[in-house]
């Protein structure tokens, strides 16, 4: 009988020759000076705020969210050709677009688009950053800052209504852990609460 660890080192195995795409953006001076983000088909999204963490931010999309990215990539031509718009604009962040582990090779650098799909793909990896910002920020207040986490539970209700928000799943351990804390304010235990029901139920947002 093949044993449990042999199929969870395959199923590893399967997930990092998988096809993936791959962001970077790199902004010295502004918070982060530099991040990435993988994302596979499988739908595994890996953040790192330097290019060789070992213990990235991991989170989860859907496969139709995977399927958004994958097609917006394709219609890119695999990053096989210019991105960069040549007009005159302020230096935004070096940014780069390309596929890893795939039968399309591409990589693709660029300051600022004007190409609709490469402000769309853009859009979603900025989005998946963001919300590691929200979580690595209530993780922080979670554990070291109980009276700040209101406030970053507001941050993030903005961020949610706002529709920045990625795989918001991600949040729920957080969430459930201050809601059965009553050494968190009443507020927090409640504002988290209506989060963690909102994220339970995405769907509902969506439709909205």
């Known amino acids: 009988m093949i044993s449990i660890l042999v199929l969870l080192s395959a ?33 595994r999204v890996d953040y790192r ?4 963490e070992e213990d990235p931010l991991v989170a989860q999309l859907t496969a139709e969210e995977v399927e958004e990215l994958f097609s917006l990539a394709a219609k890119l031509d695999w990053f096989g050709r210019p991105l960069e718009s040549g007009l005159k604009v302020a230096r935004m962040g070096d940014k780069t677009f390309r ?5 399309h090779k591409g990589e693709v650098k660029f300051n600022f688009t004007m190409d609709e799909d490469g402000r769309a ?11 590691a910002y929200h979580r690595i ?8 800052d109980k009276l700040g986490v209101n406030k970053t539970l507001l941050q993030l209700e903005a961020a949610w209504d706002r529709k920045r928000i990625v795989a918001p799943a991600q949040y729920l351990p957080l969430l459930d852990r201050v809601i059965k804390n009553e050494s968190y304010l009443h507020m927090a235990r409640d504002r988290a609460a209506a989060l963690a029901e909102a994220f339970r139920n995405p769907v509902k947002q969506k439709a909205e």
């Open 11 to 43: 199923g590893l195995s399967w997930a990092a020759d998988a096809p993936r795409l791959f962001y970077s953006k790199s902004f010295p001076g502004s918070a982060p000076p530099y991040m990435q983000i993988t994302v596979d088909k499988s739908g």
């Open 49 to 52: 705020e330097a290019p060789q």
């Open 99 to 103: 596929m890893e582990n795939s039968e």
């Open 121 to 131: 793909l853009q859009d979603w990896f900025e989005r998946i950053a963001e919300s």
């Open 137 to 144: 920020a209530l993780e922080r207040t979670v554990r070291f």
